[in-house]
């Protein structure tokens, strides 16, 4: 059976082309997947930036250390600890000290680049900055700014006030910066978290030691350890660490689709071969014969498609890491290392798939007896086997308990990433394996209509789509990947998003709502004139952070707002409140949310406010989980000095709107805050999906949609192309070629109209289930249907079924049509 196997391979080439092709580029994607993770899981250490020219820096404590019994555990504190103040003036004493200060600062209108940063001028020497034009700020109004898109002499509005560039230095890429005056800078950002100090670094760190305590935090930077004081010094390990979630959720995604598909495919070009495999049983072959010759002919396929896939991906993976690069994914240095565990992962994955996927139907056509196999060589029964039936029933009922143990015990799990990604795959699978016992019903329902019009098309649809099961189910499974990954995923980050802003909406009941610039706070006396305005009742707020110690190994870092009057929140603010009342909010109490170890009204907990202080506060109130971020709650007492940012105004009776709001524009103008009404506030406040979950989601489904594409292509020209008798009997009959090639155009947008439908059906399952979630979580948001996305992903599969039959109706249509002339 070798030899018939290898003469099979080489006669029937063309037979084979569709699971070469698909089994390819399956390896392709999990080698350009597996080198694109590889590549994420080292990031090289960057060197110093802001202060590559300075002698030695001296940073305050930013970092909590707690002891636990599995180790020390650290998270970055919200409000950092300058540098002691005796610790400064025993540093005068050794050499020059340069205080850092850094502060966003906003460009009102013009070209200016989007995320701009002030400095001191005197720390501009340490990067090093050298001026190419001007001179350096000599009052508070003079700035000296990076990059060519101004120059000395022009004038800029921004939130620091209207400010005029004396100077340019030539941008270093890591900063867009604009440098004030030293004096300036410190009334802007009163709190310096390190400093300068020109002298040796031995006799640095002895007055460090002498004096501030060991434990007070205080660290000597020196060397490449300096790139500590730039700003985000982890930003390329963060970034990293993103991609590896993208590139692990788009390779994940891509095993399952390639799998899914490969498998398929094989199947059915097997399957497609049945009156062969009656042929060879009535000659006399054996069963183990049968399924030795199918095993061969996988394996010969398997191991030609996965070498070309693995050589195609090294090609490929170079592409997609210059992608990512260029869409400020990734950092410009990530490129895609040398590992060899990725070729070897997809290369024996593409075999094994290739050999199980015709080893199932080997299988079945093995056991068949030779009268049997002639009879179903022409007619398509038997399509559900017991096995199938137990494997997609078992995943079926598998995919709905774990919803309903997530929904009954924790159904925040349903809201996470790796939850909506991955059990779809669930569905999905169960669905193509139960796809035989709906497509019938299915197609009859959909046909009904075509088949009562005048004409023989709508008839000769319905009875070709219901007796071609497997070859209808082998179409529409594609469509059902499809489908149902665009649905269940875009539906699934609309929903949160939608839940999210929803959320944010319920809360807020302020009029309106004023913001200080990114980064910095309003004043007391900003908070005064707020205070003054006729017919406002203000209710200030800061941010913050306090730490959790849970179950005594897990140091857990919360967001919090910091709250001046209980009472006046109440006013602005609408808490999510599962138990208590936020009027028993008080100096010694906080409100946490139901995610909290320790949630019960009356219990004490024991935290770190955001400078890592110590305390102990009794839980006054109890908020809903929600979607995870309802944070906790303080009096600003607790809030470590941080200062408010946030102003909610409520109209007192009879106050008007208008007046009001132009009293509080006048009231924040000269620290250049921000007033919105309430409803305009909670609409940009409203989070949405971050750039690497998009590109992540459209990196998925642009593979499945291209994979699947081919896909339905391969099938489609398998499929025709074996019907290539049933198409002669047609023109026999009188159709003309006009009619036949109507008839296989409708016939294949019922088939994809099938598949929409199954993947209709589980991505509305899938966000059912995200919707009972958060019904339970006590989110006043519902479920949401890309529809849009949906139909442009339907119409796409149709276009390419209907161009793929038509394509390889047409040959054989041509040579009829020569044969009558």
């Known amino acids: 059976m070798l030899i018939t196997a290898l003469r099979t391979l080489r006669t029937r080439w063309p037979a084979f082309t569709g699971s070469f092709v698909a089994l390819s580029l399956?390896?392709?994607?999990?080698?350009?997947?597996?080198?694109?993770?590889?590549?994420?899981?080292?990031?090289?250490?960057?060197?110093?930036?802001?202060?590559?020219?300075?002698?030695?820096?001296?940073?305050?404590?930013?970092?909590?250390?707690?002891?636990?019994?599995?180790?020390?555990?650290?998270?970055?504190?919200?409000?950092?600890?300058?540098?002691?103040?005796?610790?400064?003036?025993?540093?005068?004493?050794?050499?020059?000290?340069?205080?850092?200060?850094?502060?966003?600062?906003?460009?009102?209108?013009?070209?200016?680049?989007?995320?701009?940063?002030?400095?001191?001028?005197?720390?501009?020497?340490?990067?090093?900055?050298?001026?190419?034009?001007?001179?350096?700020?000599?009052?508070?109004?003079?700035?000296?700014?990076?990059?060519?898109?101004?120059?000395?002499?022009?004038?800029?509005?921004?939130?620091?006030?209207?400010?005029?560039?004396?100077?340019?230095?030539?941008?270093?890429?890591?900063?867009?910066?604009?440098?004030?005056?030293?004096?300036?800078?410190?009334?802007?950002?009163?709190?310096?978290?390190?400093?300068?100090?020109?002298a040796e670094a031995p006799a640095v760190r002895k007055a460090v030691r002498d004096s501030v305590p060991a434990g007070a935090g205080v660290r000597v930077l020196t060397g490449d350890e300096r790139r500590y004081a730039d700003a985000d010094p982890d930003r390329d390990r963060t970034a990293l660490t993103a991609l590896n979630a993208l590139f692990g959720t788009a390779g994940g995604v891509t095993a399952f689709v390639s799998v899914f598909v490969v498998a398929s495919t094989f199947a059915f070009a097997v399957a497609q071969r049945r009156r062969e495999f009656g042929l060879l049983r009535t000659a006399g072959a054996t069963p183990g014969q049968l399924r030795r010759m199918v095993l061969t002919e996988a394996l010969g396929v398997g191991v030609l498609a996965s070498g070309a896939g693995?050589?195609?991906?090294?090609?490929?993976?170079?592409?997609?890491?210059?992608?990512?690069?260029?869409?400020?994914?990734?950092?410009?240095?990530?490129?895609?290392?040398?590992?060899?565990?990725?070729?070897?992962?997809?290369?024996?994955?593409?075999?094994?798939?290739?050999?199980?996927?015709?080893?199932?139907?080997?299988?079945?056509?093995?056991?068949?007896?030779?009268?049997?196999?002639?009879?179903?060589?022409?007619?398509?029964?038997?399509?559900?086997?017991?096995?199938?039936?137990?494997?997609?029933?078992?995943?079926?009922?598998?995919?709905?308990?774990?919803?309903?143990?997530?929904?009954?015990?924790?159904?925040?799990?349903?809201?996470?990433?790796?939850?909506?990604?991955?059990?779809?795959?669930?569905?999905?699978?169960?669905?193509?394996?139960?796809?035989p016992v709906v497509v019938r019903p299915a197609t009859r329902l959909l046909t009904w209509l075509p088949a009562r019009l005048p004409g023989a098309t709508g008839l000769l649809v319905r009875a070709n789509t219901a007796a071609g099961v497997r070859r209808t189910a082998a179409v529409a499974?594609?469509?059902?990947?499809?489908?149902?990954?665009?649905?269940?995923?875009?539906?699934?980050?609309?929903?949160?998003?939608?839940?999210?802003?929803?959320?944010?909406?319920?809360?807020?009941?302020?009029?309106?709502?004023?913001?200080?610039?990114?980064?910095?706070?309003?004043?007391?006396?900003?908070?005064?004139?707020?205070?003054?305005?006729?017919?406002?009742?203000?209710?200030?707020?800061?941010?913050?952070?306090?730490?959790?110690?849970?179950?005594?190994?897990?140091?857990?870092?919360?967001?919090l707002r910091a709250v001046a009057d209980p009472e006046a929140f109440t006013a602005?603010?609408?808490?999510?409140?599962?138990?208590?009342?936020?009027?028993?909010?008080?100096?010694?109490?906080?409100?946490?949310?139901?995610?909290?170890?320790?949630?019960?009204?009356?219990?004490?907990?024991?935290?770190?406010?955001?400078?890592?202080?110590?305390?102990?506060?009794?839980?006054?109130?109890?908020?809903?989980?929600?979607?995870g971020d309802n944070g906790v709650y303080v009096t600003a007492a607790n809030a470590a000095g941080a200062p408010v940012d946030r102003v909610d105004v409520a109209l007192a009776d009879g106050a008007d709107a208008d007046a009001v709001a132009a009293g509080l524009r006048e009231a924040v103008t000269p620290v250049g805050g921000r007033v919105a009404s309430g409803d305009e506030w909670a609409a940009a406040a409203s989070p949405g999906s971050k750039d690497?979950?998009?590109?992540?989601?459209?990196?998925?489904?642009?593979?499945?949609?291209?994979?699947?594409?081919?896909?339905?292509?391969?099938?489609?020209?398998?499929?025709?192309?074996?019907?290539?008798?049933?198409?002669?009997?047609?023109r026999l009959t009188g159709a003309t070629d006009g009619q036949v090639l109507r008839l296989l155009a409708v016939e294949s947008l019922t088939v994809t109209a099938v598949g929409t439908l199954l993947g209709l059906l589980v991505a509305g399952l899938n966000l059912a289930g995200m919707g009972a979630a958060l019904h339970l979580l006590a989110v006043p948001a519902a479920p949401v249907v890309p529809w849009a996305a949906v139909a442009t992903v339907a119409g796409a599969c149709a276009t390419l079924t209907v161009a793929a039959t038509l394509t390889s109706a047409a040959l054989p249509t041509r040579r009829h049509a020569l044969t009558r002339e």
């Open 26 to 198: 399956g390896v392709t994607l999990l080698t350009v997947m597996g080198l694109a993770l590889a590549s994420t899981l080292d990031a090289p250490d960057r060197e110093p930036e802001r202060f590559a020219a300075a002698p030695v820096v001296v940073r305050g404590q930013d970092t909590l250390k707690v002891p636990t019994p599995s180790g020390e555990k650290t998270q970055k504190l919200a409000r950092p600890h300058p540098v002691p103040a005796q610790l400064v003036t025993r540093l005068k004493e050794l050499g020059t000290v340069v205080e850092d200060r850094s502060f966003p600062v906003r460009v009102h209108g013009g070209h200016a680049p989007g995320d701009l940063v002030g400095h001191p001028w005197s720390t501009a020497a340490f990067a090093p900055y050298r001026l190419d034009a001007g001179r350096a700020p000599r009052t508070a109004d003079e700035v000296v700014v990076t990059g060519d898109w101004t120059a000395p002499g022009q004038r800029l509005r921004t939130d620091r006030g209207t400010l005029r560039v004396v100077g340019t230095v030539p941008g270093l890429g890591f900063e867009d910066a604009v440098f004030f005056t030293d004096v300036r800078a410190s009334r802007l950002a009163p709190v310096s978290a390190q400093l300068v100090v020109d």
């Open 572 to 627: 602005t603010t609408r808490l999510p409140l599962a138990a208590g009342k936020v009027s028993d909010l008080d100096d010694h109490s906080i409100i946490v949310n139901e995610e909290w170890e320790e949630h019960t009204v009356g219990r004490s907990v024991r935290i770190r406010l955001g400078d890592g202080t110590r305390k102990t506060l009794r839980i006054a109130a109890v908020m809903h989980t929600g979607t």
């Open 310 to 435: 693995c050589v195609l991906g090294a090609y490929a993976a170079p592409l997609l890491a210059a992608r990512v690069v260029d869409g400020g994914l990734a950092p410009a240095w990530f490129t895609i290392g040398d590992p060899t565990w990725p070729y070897h992962l997809a290369f024996w994955t593409g075999l094994g798939v290739a050999l199980g996927g015709a080893t199932a139907a080997a299988w079945r056509a093995g056991r068949t007896a030779p009268v049997e196999a002639l009879r179903e060589a022409s007619v398509d029964t038997g399509t559900m086997t017991r096995g199938r039936w137990v494997c997609g029933a078992g995943l079926l009922l598998t995919a709905l308990v774990t919803l309903g143990v997530s929904l009954a015990g924790d159904p925040g799990d349903l809201l996470h990433r790796k939850t909506y990604v991955t059990r779809p795959m669930l569905l999905i699978t169960a669905a193509a394996l139960l796809a």
């Open 477 to 559: 499974a594609p469509v059902l990947v499809t489908v149902a990954l665009t649905g269940s995923l875009l539906g699934a980050v609309a929903t949160l998003n939608e839940a999210k802003a929803a959320e944010v909406r319920e809360r807020t009941t302020a009029a309106f709502v004023v913001t200080a610039p990114s980064g910095t706070g309003f004043d007391a006396a900003a908070l005064d004139r707020l205070r003054a305005v006729p017919g406002a009742e203000i209710s200030p707020t800061s941010s913050g952070a306090v730490y959790t110690l849970e179950d005594g190994v897990a140091l857990i870092r919360s967001d």
């Open 692 to 730: 690497t979950t998009r590109a992540g989601l459209f990196l998925v489904l642009g593979i499945a949609l291209l994979y699947t594409g081919i896909s339905v292509v391969n099938t489609v020209l398998t499929a025709t192309s074996d019907r290539v008798r049933e198409l002669t009997v047609l």
